[in-house]
C-alpha cells in the first residue's frame, strides 16, 4: 500500500515528537533554522539573539512594546557627556544561585569587546567600564553618545566566576568553528535556564525559580525544535506537536488562519532584504569577464533596476512584504519616505546600461543565498536570478543553510550574496557602523568612503540634534546615491500558533516568553 506524502510526515513528526501531547505548561516552539551558539556575545543573528535573552538579560531592555526600561539595572544617571552610573538590582542571582555583582557586568562588557565578539560594534565608543562598589558601575564613552541606552540593551551579562570556571572568558571564535563551553550551555539571570541543548534538533528551557523578577507566565518548559523545511513545520503546527511558529511561510497563512483551533498574527518587521556585491575585488570569484564588474555603478545600478520588486511582493510573498530603496526601514531615526522610493523597474534601462559599463552580452556570477533564515529566501533568490537573466546577466544561483552562508561571508568567498539587516538600537548609526563603515564586520561590499566615515564619526558623538539628523541623512544620500547595496524589501512577519497559546508578536520578531501563556 502506497503512503501519500501527508502521512510520511506525520509519522516523521510521531518519531521526533512521540506521541504525547505537550502539557498545559509547556510551549512547543519551532522555526527554520537553530540558534548559531549560546555565546551570548559571539553571533549577532536574529534567531540567536531571541534564544540568548529567554537567558540572559541586560542592564536596560525593549519592552513589549519595545521601549527601553530598566532591567539588570533599575536606574542610571550621566554625571557629565562621557561618564554614566548604573545603578545594579540588589537581589539577582544567576540560576546557579550566586549574586550577580558589578563584577559580572565589568567582565561581560570587557568580553563582548573582545575580537571574536560579534556584539563589539554595539559598544566601540565605550572606553572604560568599572565597579565602583558591588551594585554600581560606571561607563565612560571615548565621545558623548547620544544613543548608548540603545545599544546597550543588547549587551548580555554573564557571570565572570561561570565563564572562568569553564575557561570561557572570550568570546567563542564562531568563524572558525571553534567549539567552547559557553556555546553549547548557558548560564544567566533571565527567567529561563537551558536544561538541554541538541543543536538543529531541540533546546529546552525551564523555568528559572530563581529569578528576580515578576513572573507574568504559566509556563514551566519551553521547547525549541527548529525545522527546517516549511512543510513539515506547518504539518507539525496544524498537527498539534508544535505550539508556535516564528515564521509561519507566507503560502500557508490562510490555511493555518481557516483551522479552528489556529491564528495567525502579522506585523512589519524591523528587518530590510538585500543584496551585496563586492566591489573591491580585481575580478570576481565565480564571473567569466576577468574583472569585477560590480566596481561600476552602472552595472549595479543595472541589477537593480532589472528587479522586479512588486513581482516578488506578489508572487513570491504573497503580498506580504514592502517594498525598499534603502537598507532600513519605518521607525529609524534617519529614515525618511524619499530616500525609501526605488529606481523604476526597467529591463531595457538595464540593458543599455550594461552596454555603457563594457558588458553588451552581460556576465556570470553566482548568488549566494541562505535557505533557512528569511522568509522565502531561496525562492527569492530564485525570483532574481530569472529576472537577471532576462537582461543578460546569467546567475548560477548558491543556496545554504544559514550557517554555512554567513560563515563563508566572513571568510569573504561571496562576490554577490543576499543578507537581512535588523536595527535593534532603532538608530541609522547601526546600519552605518555595521555595514557601510570601511571595515566594518558586515560590510562584505567592501564599500569604503571618507565622507561617510567621518559622518559616522558624528553620528556617534553629536549631541546637537539637528546635526546629528543632518549626518544621518547626508550619509544615506550619497550611499542611496552610490547604489551601494541592493535593497528588495522590509520584511512582514507572521506568528501561527494554537489559539489556546498567547506569545506577543513584536516587529523585532523576539519572542519574550516571560509574556506569554498557554491556556
Given at each position: ?9 506525520l ?24 540558534s ?23 542592564l536596560v ?6 521601549s ?22 540588589e ?59 540603545n ?22 571564535n ?31 528551557f ?32 496544524l498537527?498539534?506537536e508544535?505550539d ?27 528587518r ?11 575580478q ?6 576577468g ?41 529609524v ?20 546600461l ?26 527569492i ?30 571568510e ?18 547601526y ?9 566594518a ?12 566615515d ?11 540634534l ?37 506569545v ?15 491556556n
Amino acid at each position: 500500500m502506497k503512503i501519500n506524502s501527508l502521512s510520511k510526515i506525520l509519522i516523521i513528526l510521531s518519531l521526533v515528537f512521540g506521541f504525547s501531547s505537550a502539557s498545559a505548561n509547556t510551549i512547543k516552539w519551532s522555526m527554520a533554522g537553530d540558534s548559531l551558539s549560546l555565546d551570548p556575545h559571539a553571533q549577532n543573528e536574529g534567531p540567536t539573539t531571541q534564544v540568548s535573552r529567554q537567558v540572559y538579560e541586560a542592564l536596560v531592555t525593549r519592552g513589549i512594546d519595545m521601549s527601553i526600561g530598566p532591567q539588570l539595572a533599575t536606574k542610571w544617571k550621566a554625571v557629565d557627556p562621557t561618564t554614566w552610573y548604573f545603578f545594579l538590582r540588589e537581589d539577582v542571582k544567576f540560576s546557579d544561585g550566586t549574586p550577580m555583582t558589578s563584577e559580572d557586568v565589568v567582565f561581560s562588557f570587557i568580553r563582548a569587546q573582545q575580537p571574536t565578539s560579534d556584539f563589539k560594534e554595539y559598544i566601540s565608543s565605550i572606553s572604560s567600564v568599572k565597579a565602583i562598589d558591588d551594585y554600581t558601575v560606571q561607563i565612560k564613552t571615548k565621545e558623548p553618545n547620544p544613543i548608548l541606552l540603545n545599544q546597550l540593551s543588547n549587551i548580555f551579562v554573564m557571570s565572570k566566576a561561570w565563564a572562568e570556571k569553564h575557561f570561557a572568558k572570550a568570546p567563542q571564535n564562531w568563524g572558525a568553528s571553534q567549539e567552547t563551553y559557553a556555546s553549547v550551555n548557558a548560564m544567566g539571570t533571565g527567567p529561563f535556564k537551558i536544561t538541554l541543548r541538541e543543536p538543529n534538533t531541540k533546546t529546552v528551557f525551564k523555568k528559572n525559580t530563581r529569578w528576580w523578577g515578576d513572573v507574568e507566565h504559566n509556563l514551566t518548559t519551553v521547547e525549541l525544535i527548529p525545522i527546517a523545511n516549511a512543510a513539515t513545520r506547518v504539518a507539525a503546527l496544524l498537527s498539534g506537536e508544535i505550539d508556535i511558529v516564528t515564521d509561519a511561510p507566507v503560502q500557508d497563512l490562510g490555511r493555518i488562519n481557516s483551522s479552528g483551533s489556529h491564528k495567525v498574527e502579522s506585523t512589519p518587521q524591523m528587518r530590510t532584504i538585500f543584496l551585496g556585491m563586492d566591489q573591491a575585488a580585481d575580478q570576481l570569484r565565480s564571473g567569466n569577464t576577468g574583472d569585477n564588474p560590480f566596481k561600476k555603478k552602472e552595472v549595479r545600478q543595472a541589477l537593480y533596476q532589472a528587479i522586479d520588486i512588486e513581482a516578488i511582493k506578489q508572487k513570491v510573498m504573497r503580498g506580504n512584504s514592502a517594498s525598499a530603496g534603502i537598507v532600513t526601514f519605518p521607525g529609524v531615526t534617519g529614515y525618511t519616505t524619499e530616500l525609501d522610493k526605488r529606481l523604476a523597474f526597467d529591463p531595457e534601462a538595464s540593458k543599455k546600461l550594461l552596454a555603457d559599463a563594457g558588458y553588451p552580452d552581460g556576465f556570470e556570477v553566482e548568488l549566494r543565498c541562505p535557505n533557512d533564515r528569511y522568509i522565502n529566501d531561496e525562492a527569492i533568490c530564485t525570483a532574481v536570478v530569472g529576472m537577471l537573466g532576462k537582461v543578460g546577466v546569467k546567475v548560477s544561483l548558491n543556496s545554504q543553510t544559514k550557517s554555512i552562508h554567513f560563515k563563508e561571508l566572513g571568510e569573504k568567498k561571496a562576490d554577490f550574496y543576499m543578507l537581512g539587516w535588523g536595527v535593534p538600537t532603532l538608530d541609522s548609526h547601526y546600519v552605518f557602523h555595521y555595514l557601510y563603515d570601511t571595515g566594518a564586520s558586515w560590510n562584505k561590499a567592501n564599500f569604503s568612503n571618507a565622507r561617510v566615515d567621518e559622518l559616522i564619526k558624528v553620528m556617534e558623538g553629536e549631541v546637537d540634534l539637528d546635526k546629528r539628523n543632518a549626518a544621518i541623512a547626508e550619509a544615506w544620500q550619497i550611499v542611496k546615491d552610490d547604489i551601494t547595496y541592493l535593497p528588495l524589501h522590509h520584511q512582514v512577519i507572521a506568528w501561527a500558533s494554537k489559539k489556546n497559546v498567547n506569545v506577543p508578536i513584536r516587529p523585532n520578531n523576539e519572542p519574550l516568553f516571560r509574556f506569554s501563556s498557554k491556556n
